[in-house]
């Protein structure tokens, strides 16, 4: 094919990605990704990813993706933080992980027994 270059995928996924950024959360992991349209205009992909077991055993990730664009850029982060600031005003700036919260009800359904115990 004329005009074809085997090597131009190539060059333009290097340049596609910009910056990358990863925030593990509980069972989550967020990803922000800068990323260049073929003009280089930067756009931000986030990512949610979480690890899904199958019955077998095995498991896969199941992503959710949002693309932003700079045009709305100041938009999304005002939205972002009117939410965020809802939250807080609700429930408080503390939120626990899930994991937490399962321990503390677990520790408050059951004590302690020493082995010293089982043997009377």
């Known amino acids: 094919m004329e005009g074809f270059d085997k090597n ?3 060059e333009r996924n290097d340049k ?5 950024k990863a925030v593990r959360a509980g069972k989550r992991t967020y990803f922000f990704d800068v990323k260049a349209t073929r003009k280089n205009d930067y ?8 690890k899904r077991f199958e019955e077998d ?5 199941e992503k959710h993706k949002i693309f932003l664009y700079k045009e709305d850029f100041e938009k999304f982060a005002e939205g972002l933080q009117e939410a965020i600031e809802f939250i807080r005003s609700i429930q408080g700036d503390v939120i626990a992980e899930p994991e937490e ?14 082995f010293e115990d089982l043997s009377k």
């Open 57 to 61: 055993g095995r498991f896969h990730f």
């Open 43 to 50: 756009y931000l992909t986030l990512t949610e990813s979480k």
């Open 8 to 10: 131009d995928g190539f």
């Open 16 to 20: 596609e990605e910009i910056f990358s």
């Open 101 to 114: 919260e399962l321990e503390s009800v677990v520790s408050r359904e059951y004590t302690d027994i020493e």
